[in-house]
C-alpha cells in the first residue's frame, strides 16, 4: 500500500495547481461591500450543504456494524455510501466551480483550504469503501464454503446419488455467482473512481475492459447452469475430493492479492485498509470526525441533543384559552414550534386538539373524526375554522372593547392597577399597528375611543390628564392627542403612583404607639319582599333589647328575667316563643331548634320552664366573643383524693424503644397513639437519648391553628414493643418535633380501672405511672399496627373505656365524676354543699375550681362599673410580648439596653429576600440620583446611623441560616422639609410573608394624650422634652440582627457599588418598636429610680407620649433638677438625648 502513496501526493499536487491556474493573477479582482456580502452569502450556502452531505456521511460510518456479515445489510451499505459519494463530489464541485469564477485572493485560498478539505474527506470515504468490499468478499466466501461443506456432507453418504450431483452443481454455480458479484461490486467502484477522475482517460478505458470481463463471466455462469450435465458435474466433484484439504483463509488471502496489483493500476486515488499501520496517515483529520471519538459516541450525542431539544420545545407549547385577543400570538408560537419538529399533519393534528381550549377544542375532534384518512386537509379546515372563529379583526376588537369595560376602577389605595391597565393599552397598541386591526381601532386615537378609558381613573389623575391633553392639542393644534401619548402620559403616572419613595402615607406620621382604629363601617341592610325571612335573620344576630350584636338567647338581662316575663317580653316584640327569632307564631315556625336541659325541640334552652335563670349585669358579648368567651366549666383532675389518675386519659401507653437489631440499647417511654397524625414523631429529647444526628429536612404541620414549616431531624428502623416484650413494631420514619403533647395526668393508672367494675379486671395489665419515663413518642397512622384494636371494655353512655391495643392496655375518656368522688364510707347525716348551692351525700373534688365574674354579683345593676373598667385587657399575644422582654431585655457591658425581636411561637421560616431587596435598592438608586437634594439628605442620614454605630457592615452567612432584608425608602415630614427620614420598610412581602407578620406587636404602653396634656397644665413651669431617635436607643440581639440587614452604598458614597449591612438597634418601620422602646424607656427609669429618685420614674411613666415628654413644676430649679436626673443612668452614662 504504500508504493502508492507519492502517486496520491502527486495527483492532489496536481489538482491544486491546475486550480491554481486558474486565477490569473493579472486579473484578480477586489469585490464592493455589496458584492462581498452576496459572495459570503453563496459560500456559506454552499458550504453549509457540503457540510450536511458530510454529516451523513459520517453517520453511515459511525453506525457501521463491523461484525455484520450479511450481504443485504452489506449491499445497503455500500449503496448508501456511494450515493452519498456523488452527492459529495456534486457539492463540491459546485464550491471549486463558484470559487474558480470569483477571482479573489479570498477565493483563491478558500479553494486552496477546500481541496485539501476534501482530499482529507476522500481518504476516508474511500477506506471505508474498501472495508465494506472486504466485507463483501468474506461474506462471498463464507456463503461458497457453506456450500462446500454441505456437498461434502452428502457425498459422505451417497456419492452417486441424484442428491449429490445437484448439490454439485449448485455449488460450482454458486462459486460462479459469488465471483461474478464480487467482480460487479468492483465494477461499481470503478464507476464511482471514474466520476471522481473524469479527466483520466486511462481510467475509462480500464472501466470499459472490467465491464467486458464481467459480462464475460456472466455469461460463463449462465451457460455452465443451462449446459453441464450431471456426467460432468459428477466427474468435477470426485475431482475435487481429491484435491488437498480446502483452506478458505489462504483462498481469500490469494485472492485479495490477485487484486491488489488491479487495483494500482486502476486507480489514481489511494485506496488504504483499516489497519493499525495507516492511522499515522490521518495525523491531520479535523479532531471533530467521528474516528476519533469512542464508538457510536457521536452518534449517541447527537440522539440525546435531539431528545433534549424535542423535550424542550414540547414544554413549550400552552394551553389556547379561546380568546380571540391571544388567538395570534398563540397561533404564531404553535406554528413555530410545529415547525421545529418537522412534524406531520398527523402530529399536527393530535397536537391542535390536545393544546386548544375548551370550546375550540370540540369542532376541532369533530374534524379530525371527519377526516381520519385525510391528515393535511384535517389540519387545513381546523386552522380555517379557528380563524373564523377567533382570528377575525371584529372579535378581537370586541374582545379589547369588552376586557375595557369589566376594568375596574383604579384608586388611591391601589395604584398598582395602573400597571394592569398599562399592559392593556399596550395590547391594544399592539393591535392598531396591525393592518388587519388598524382600521377598526383607529378610533383609539379620537376622544371616544380615550375618555371611557380615563373614566378609570382617579380623579386627580383625570384632571392631570386632561391638562397634559389640553397643552398637547394647543401645541400641535391637532383635534385630540394620538393613543401613543396617552400610553407615555399612563407610562409615567404609573411610576409616579407606584414609587414607594414618593409615596407619603398618612399613617407614617400618626401615633406609632397607638394601635389602629376601626374604620366607619357602612351597613347596608337589604330588604326584599320575604320579608320574614329577612327579619328572622336580623332578630337572629341582634338583639331586640340591646340593639347589638347578640342574639336574644345569648342575651343575660333576658336570661335573668323569669319564663312569665320572657312570654311577656316576646308578645309585646311579636316573637317566635319557640325560637325567640322571627316574628310568627310558634305553631308556624320551621326552625330546628333543641333544649340542652331536656332535649325537647319545642323550646330553646333559655326558654325552660324549670330553667334556674342565671345571674346577669346586662353586659352582652359580640359575635367574636361568642367564639372565644365560653363558661369555664372544670372537672376533677383526682380520683378519690389521691393524685392516682387524670381528669381525662388519653392512649398514652409504656413502652420500650430501641434501633432495629439493637435491644440492648432500648428505653422505657411513654407513646402517645394518635390516629389523626399521618406521620410518627418524638421529641428532640428522643434524638438526644439515641445520639442521633444527620441533615435536617424541611416539614410542614398542619394543625388546627393552621400550618407551620419547620426543619427538623428523621429517623428510621427503630422498634417499639410492649413491655412484655410480645409484639415488635417497626417503625419506618420518625420526625422531630417538640410539640408533642406532654400532659402526664392523661396517663392511666390501675386505680383507674379500678373505680369502674365494668373494667377492673384489666387493672393488673396497666403499668403504675413510672415518674422516670417521659412522654417522647407519638405514633401516626404510618404505623398502623400500633392502632389496631385487639379487645375493649365498655361502660354507660357518656362513661370512659378501655382498649388493648398490640402496645398494651389503654383507657379513654374522662374519669371523674362530674366534680365529685365516691366516698368509701357514706354518712347519711353528713351533707356536703356544692359551688352551686347544691347539697349532695358525696364528698366535694379538692381540684375543682368555679371561675365567677365580680360584675354578676350585681345582676340588676346593668350599669355597674368597677376600677378596671378603662383598661385594656391584656392578649395572649401581649403576655407573650411581656414574658419575653421580661426575660431577655438587659444591658450590654457597654450599659446599652438591648432587646430581642419578639417573634411570634410557632411562625413560619422567613425566606431568603435578597432579591427583592435588591430591585428595591435598584429603584431607590435611581430615585436618588434624579434628585441631588434628596440623595444628600439620605447620605447624611445614613452617615449619622453608621458613625454612631447603629449599623455595621453585615458578616457573610451561614449555608441554611435563616435572614431577611429590609428595603429602605426615604420620606420627609410635611413640618420638616429639609430633614429625611430613611425608613426600614419591615412590612414589605416576599412569598406573602413580611417581617412584621411574623414579630409580635405589643400591648399598647402609650399615655393617654389627654391625661398627658391635663397633667400639663397642673404648675406653672412648662417642660418639653424629645428623645432622640428614641428606637436607636435600644440596641437589638446579637442573635437577632440578621433580620435587619438592608443594603446601602459601600463606605456611604453613591458611586459605590452596593453593600450588605445590618442595623444593630431597633428600627423604624417595625411593628413591634414602639413597645419595644416605650417598655425599654419604663424598665431603665425603674431600674435607675433608687439613684434618681421616685419623681424621675413617675415623670418617665406618667408624662411622655412615646418619645415626647410635657411636664409642669412648681419652679424653674425644681426643673432643670428633674430633666437633668432623667437625663443620667445608674452607671453615670446619659441614657437619652433631650432636645
Known amino acids: 500500500m504504500t508504493d502508492r502513496e507519492p502517486e496520491e501526493t502527486q495527483v492532489a499536487e496536481g489538482t491544486q495547481a491546475t486550480e491554481d491556474r486558474d486565477v490569473d493573477p493579472q486579473r484578480v479582482r477586489s469585490l464592493t461591500e455589496k458584492g462581498q456580502s452576496a459572495f459570503d452569502e453563496q459560500f456559506n450556502k454552499l458550504q453549509e450543504i457540503f457540510k450536511t452531505i458530510w454529516k451523513e456521511m459520517e453517520d453511515l460510518m459511525v453506525n457501521f456494524d463491523t461484525e455484520q456479515t450479511d450481504r443485504k445489510y452489506l449491499h445497503d451499505v455500500e449503496k448508501n455510501l456511494n450515493s452519498l459519494n456523488k452527492k459529495l463530489i456534486s457539492s463540491s464541485e459546485n464550491i471549486q466551480s463558484f470559487l474558480g469564477k470569483a ?101 475509462e478505458l480500464n472501466l470499459s475492459k472490467e465491464k467486458e470481463k464481467a459480462a464475460v463471466q456472466m455469461a460463463e455462469v449462465k451457460a455452465l447452469e443451462a449446459e453441464e450435465t450431471y456426467e460432468d458435474d459428477m466427474h468435477k466433484w470426485n475431482a475435487f475430493l481429491e484435491r488437498e484439504p480446502y483452506n478458505s483463509r489462504e483462498r481469500t488471502q490469494q485472492y485479495v492479492d490477485t487484486h491488489a496489483n488491479f487495483m494500482t493500476q486502476t486507480q489514481g486515488l489511494p485506496v488504504n485498509h483499516l489497519n493499525p499501520t495507516n492511522i499515522s496517515e490521518f495525523a491531520n483529520v479535523p479532531s471533530h470526525l467521528p474516528f476519533n471519538l469512542p464508538p457510536q ?26 380568546s380571540p385577543i391571544n388567538y395570534s400570538s398563540w397561533k404564531a408560537g404553535f406554528k413555530s414550534i410545529i415547525n421545529e419538529l418537522k412534524a406531520t399533519p398527523v402530529e399536527e393534528r393530535d397536537l391542535l386538539t390536545k393544546w386548544l381550549g375548551t370550546e375550540s377544542k370540540k369542532f376541532a375532534i369533530s374534524i379530525r373524526a371527519a377526516n381520519v384518512y385525510q391528515p393535511t386537509q384535517g389540519v387545513a379546515l381546523i386552522w380555517n375554522r379557528l380563524e373564523d372563529r377567533f382570528g377575525k379583526p371584529e372579535m378581537v376588537e370586541a374582545s379589547l372593547k369588552a376586557k375595557l369595560r369589566d376594568f375596574p376602577r383604579v384608586t388611591d389605595s391601589n395604584p398598582e392597577r395602573l400597571y394592569d391597565l398599562l399592559d392593556l393599552l399596550h395590547e391594544i397598541n399592539s393591535n392598531m399597528s396591525d393592518s388587519r386591526y388598524s382600521g377598526l381601532l383607529s378610533y383609539y386615537d379620537t376622544s371616544s375611543g380615550v375618555l371611557p378609558i380615563v373614566s378609570k381613573l382617579t380623579n386627580q389623575l383625570q384632571e392631570k390628564w ?49 394601635k389602629k382604629k376601626d374604620g366607619v363601617r357602612l351597613v347596608v341592610r337589604k330588604s326584599s319582599l320575604e320579608e320574614d325571612e329577612t327579619k328572622q335573620k336580623n332578630f337572629s344576630k341582634r338583639c331586640p333589647i340591646h340593639k347589638s350584636e347578640h342574639s336574644l338567647e345569648k342575651c343575660r338581662l333576658f336570661l335573668g328575667m323569669t319564663l312569665s316575663n320572657k312570654r311577656e317580653f316576646l308578645k309585646s316584640k311579636e316573637l317566635c316563643f319557640r325560637c325567640c327569632k322571627g316574628k310568627h307564631r310558634a305553631k308556624n315556625c320551621r326552625s330546628r331548634v333543641k333544649c340542652e336541659t331536656c332535649n325537647s325541640n319545642r ?32 372537672k376533677c383532675t383526682q380520683l378519690c383524693g389521691s393524685d392516682t389518675g387524670s381528669r381525662s386519659c388519653g392512649k398514652v401507653i409504656l413502652v420500650n424503644v430501641y434501633p432495629k437489631g439493637q435491644p440492648n440499647k432500648a428505653t422505657r ?137 398490640h402496645l398494651g392496655w389503654t383507657i379513654i375518656g ?136 447603629h449599623a455595621e457592615p453585615a458578616p457573610p452567612l451561614r449555608p441554611e441560616e435563616e435572614c431577611w432584608y429590609l428595603p429602605i425608602f426615604g420620606i420627609y415630614h410635611p413640618m420638616k422639609p429639609g430633614k429625611i427620614r430613611m425608613v426600614f420598610d419591615s412590612s414589605a412581602k416576599f412569598q406573602d410573608i413580611s417581617l412584621n407578620s411574623v414579630l409580635l406587636t405589643g400591648p399598647d404602653l402609650t399615655n393617654s394624650l389627654i391625661g398627658v396634656l391635663m397633667r400639663f397644665r397642673m404648675d406653672k413651669i412648662a417642660v418639653t422634652a424629645d428623645i432622640e431617635h428614641m428606637f436607636h436607643c435600644f440596641g437589638v440581639s ?83 433638677d428633674l430633666i437633668q436626673r432623667t437625663q443620667g443612668s445608674p452607671n453615670g452614662k446619659r441614657k437619652s438625648s433631650f432636645t
Open 103 to 203: 477571482r479573489t485572493q479570498q477565493a483563491s485560498r478558500l479553494l486552496d483550504m477546500h481541496s485539501e478539505e476534501y482530499c482529507r474527506r476522500s481518504k476516508f470515504v474511500y477506506t471505508f469503501r474498501d472495508s465494506v468490499n472486504a466485507k463483501l468478499l468474506e461474506a462471498a466466501e463464507a456463503l461458497s464454503e457453506k456450500f462446500a461443506v454441505r456437498a461434502h456432507h452428502s457425498e459422505k453418504f451417497e456419492v452417486g446419488s441424484h442428491h449429490s450431483s445437484r448439490a454439485s452443481q449448485g455449488s460450482e454455480a454458486q462459486r460462479k455467482r459469488a465471483k461474478a458479484e464480487a467482480q460487479m461490486a468492483r465494477l461499481k467502484y470503478l464507476e464511482e473512481q471514474a466520476a471522481i477522475e473524469k479527466r483520466k482517460a486511462d481510467i
Open 603 to 634: 323550646h330553646i334552652t333559655c326558654m325552660h320552664p324549670e330553667g334556674e335563670p342565671p345571674n346577669n349585669d346586662g353586659g352582652e358579648t359580640t359575635p367574636k366573643e361568642e367564639q372565644s368567651q365560653q363558661d369555664v366549666v372544670t
Open 466 to 514: 386632561a391638562n397634559r391633553a389640553s397643552q398637547y392639542k394647543r401645541t400641535h393644534k391637532v383635534p385630540f392627542p394620538p393613543f401613543i401619548f396617552f400610553i407615555q402620559f399612563m407610562q409615567e403616572m404609573c411610576e409616579l403612583k407606584n414609587d414607594p419613595g414618593l409615596r407619603i402615607s398618612q399613617r407614617s406620621f400618626s401615633n406609632t404607639g397607638e
Open 1038 to 1120: 446579637e442573635k437577632h440582627r440578621n433580620y435587619l440587614r438592608f443594603l446601602w452604598y459601600t463606605d456611604n458614597d453613591t458611586n459605590k457599588p452596593l453593600m450588605e449591612y445590618r442595623m444593630k438597634v431597633h428600627v423604624f418601620g417595625n411593628t413591634t418598636s414602639p413597645a419595644v422602646a416605650t417598655y425599654g424607656l419604663r424598665q431603665a427609669a425603674l431600674t435607675a429610680e433608687p439613684i434618681y429618685g421616685t419623681d424621675m420614674r413617675e415623670f418617665v411613666e406618667r408624662n411622655f407620649y412615646v418619645d415626647d415628654a410635657l411636664v409642669s413644676l412648681p419652679s424653674a430649679s425644681n426643673a432643670i
Open 814 to 949: 374522662e374519669v371523674c365524676l362530674k366534680g365529685t368522688h365516691r366516698p368509701k364510707d357514706i354518712t347519711v347525716r353528713k351533707t356536703h354543699l356544692l359551688s352551686n348551692g347544691r347539697n349532695t351525700l358525696l364528698e366535694p373534688c379538692e381540684a375543682q375550681f368555679s371561675v365567677k365574674d365580680e360584675t354578676l354579683l350585681y345582676s340588676h345593676d346593668v350599669f355597674h362599673t368597677t376600677r378596671s373598667d378603662e383598661k385594656p385587657g391584656l392578649s395572649s399575644e401581649d403576655r407573650e410580648f411581656l414574658d419575653i422582654m421580661t426575660k431577655e431585655l438587659h444591658t450590654d457591658i457597654d450599659g446599652k439596653w438591648t432587646a430581642p425581636l419578639p417573634f411570634r411561637p410557632n411562625r413560619p421560616r422567613l425566606p431568603n429576600n435578597h432579591g427583592q431587596a435588591l430591585r428595591r435598592a435598584m429603584i431607590l438608586d435611581a430615585s436618588l440620583k434624579k434628585d441631588p437634594t434628596k440623595r444628600d439628605h439620605a447620605v447624611e442620614f445614613m452617615r449619622n446611623i453608621i458613625e454612631k454605630g
Open 297 to 322: 459516541q457521536s452518534a449517541i450525542q447527537d440522539m440525546s441533543n435531539f431528545l433534549l431539544k424535542k423535550d424542550l420545545l414540547m414544554h413549550r407549547f400552552s394551553q389556547f384559552d379561546d
Open 669 to 805: 417511654m411513654y407513646a402517645l397513639i394518635d390516629d389523626q397524625s399521618n406521620k410518627t414523631l418524638a421529641t428532640s429529647k428522643f434524638f438526644d437519648i439515641f445520639n442521633l444526628q444527620g441533615d435536617p429536612r424541611v416539614f410542614t404541620l398542619s394543625s388546627c391553628s393552621g400550618s407551620v414549616t419547620f426543619s427538623s431531624r428523621t429517623a428510621e428502623d427503630f422498634i417499639v414493643e410492649p413491655l412484655s416484650g410480645e409484639v415488635q413494631i417497626q417503625i419506618p420514619r420518625i420526625i422531630e418535633l417538640d410539640g408533642i403533647p406532654n400532659n402526664r395526668q392523661e396517663i392511666p393508672t390501675p386505680d383507674v380501672a379500678l373505680a369502674y367494675p365494668y373494667m377492673s379486671d384489666i387493672s393488673p395489665f396497666i403499668p403504675e405511672k413510672d415518674q422516670s419515663a417521659d412522654i417522647l413518642l407519638l405514633i401516626g397512622r404510618d404505623v398502623i399496627q400500633a392502632h389496631h384494636v385487639l379487645d375493649q371494655r365498655m361502660g354507660p353512655d357518656n362513661s370512659p373505656f378501655a382498649q388493648k391495643l
